[in-house]
């Protein structure tokens, strides 16, 4: 996003305005894992996952991730926080699937695919902005909205924390790279339903606002809130000062992320009837069910010397001396060896990864009955830099089936309810049906 051109546009000055710390982030890896939704067990669908090498399928708690990881896929090495979102895919006219790569936003050199992060303080420098707690960890967004959410303002932050740009033109001062994320004329709520000649840029705020007691919450939204007010149409989400509810008291940095999506060597795929053939991994092409995680992981103290010292308009990561900045190398250097063993990248797939077709709402989206998606994790959760070819994985075998008769049983990592669900309820012996949210249990 062009900064210093947004500020011009909503006509704030230069000096006094906000400060922000701005940072590329390459890609980790890519896999069906979501250790806040379903800690513990392979997720329903695909992430794309930026941050530290610690990343695992339970990311317990208790671990303080900033010390067991040895390299982080972000600019600073000081931040070994994870980050991830879902993953966008097109769809062919031949009903097939292959996922949409990332690429280097402006201004963030040559990383390997992965997001830009913002950490954004607000206008007001008198106001204390307090740096994410060691175990911190939240989500913004619903993965199964395929509509605006029912009784949302639309002129609240929440309605605002959402959007995608079209990017007309690839130029860092282009008109189509000037406005606020959710402004102007090529922002949308929903995916965009035409062509982006240049790409579309995924724009997702988080709550800014926490209850000053909890790191998490069961459904890891309660304890932080977005902060109050209107938005303003022509300045955006990311201008707002904002207030807290007396709630959640505590100001912290509002977190940002941005997702460039290289759209453009599919514009002249698109179908004969003009409909827009992206759709994001858990079966949603729409958009609305656009959401993102964040697991804090940044060593002692760094953050809040970054806050408390770092002013630069641009968020430029040379002009906060308070973080150790890495080369674009030694990010793309630290990647992890997938831990799901399932192909959910590089070729045309006869369906989404993990059972999820594709459900245009308005209406919640519902999960699968009896899904049989690939479900096998390889080995131990390493901690690896550069990790070496798996060769021949090992083949676990599914459980023997249940031939008594009555009500069907569901299979090892199948699953067995949620919100929707209608298939089997009960689990095959030994496994049990573990609730992981409302929307997903599995057979564990």
Known sequence: ????????????????????????????????????????????????????NAFNI???????????????????????????????????????????????????????????????????????????????????????????????????????????????????????NSSPPGAGRYDTVELPNKRCPAGIRANLFFPACWDGKNLDSPDHASHVAFFQGRVDPNAGMILMEGTCPSTHPVRLPLLFFETAWDTRQFNNMWPSDGSQPFVLSHGDPTGYGHHGDYVFGWEEGALQRAMDNCFDILGLPDSCRQLTQQSDAEMNQCVQQTRINERVEGVYLPELPGCNPVQKGPGMATMVP??????????????????????????VNPPPPVTNPGAPLQTRFGQCGGQGWTGPTQCQPPYACQVSNQWYSQCI
């Open 1 to 52: 996003m062009n900064w210093k051109a947004l500020l011009t546009t909503v006509g704030v000055a230069a000096t006094g305005a906000h400060a922000l710390i701005r940072f590329p982030c390459a890609q980790l890896v890519t896999e069906r894992l979501d250790p806040l939704v379903t800690p513990g067990q392979v997720s329903p669908h695909v992430h794309q996952v930026i941050g530290g």
């Open 58 to 176: 339970t990311m317990d708690p208790s671990i303080e991730y900033a010390r067991t990881a040895t390299c982080t896929s972000c600019k600073f090495k000081e931040n070994k926080s994870n980050y991830w979102t879902a993953v966008m895919y097109f769809k062919h006219s031949n009903g097939s699937f292959i996922r949409v790569p990332q690429f280097p936003n402006h201004l963030t050199g040559n990383p390997n695919g992965g997001m830009t992060v913002y950490y954004i303080q607000p206008t007001n420098r008198q106001r204390k902005v307090t740096a994410f707690p060691k175990g911190f960890r939240m989500i913004s967004g619903n993965p199964m909205l395929r509509a605006r959410k029912a009784g949302l303002d639309p002129n609240s932050p929440e309605a605002w924390s959402s959007s995608f740009r079209c990017w007309e033109t690839s130029g860092f001062t282009d008109p189509s």
């Open 370 to 395: 009896n899904c049989r998606a690939i479900s096998t994790t390889i080995g131990a959760p390493p901690v690896v830099t550069n990790p070496p070819p798996v060769t021949n994985p090992p083949v």
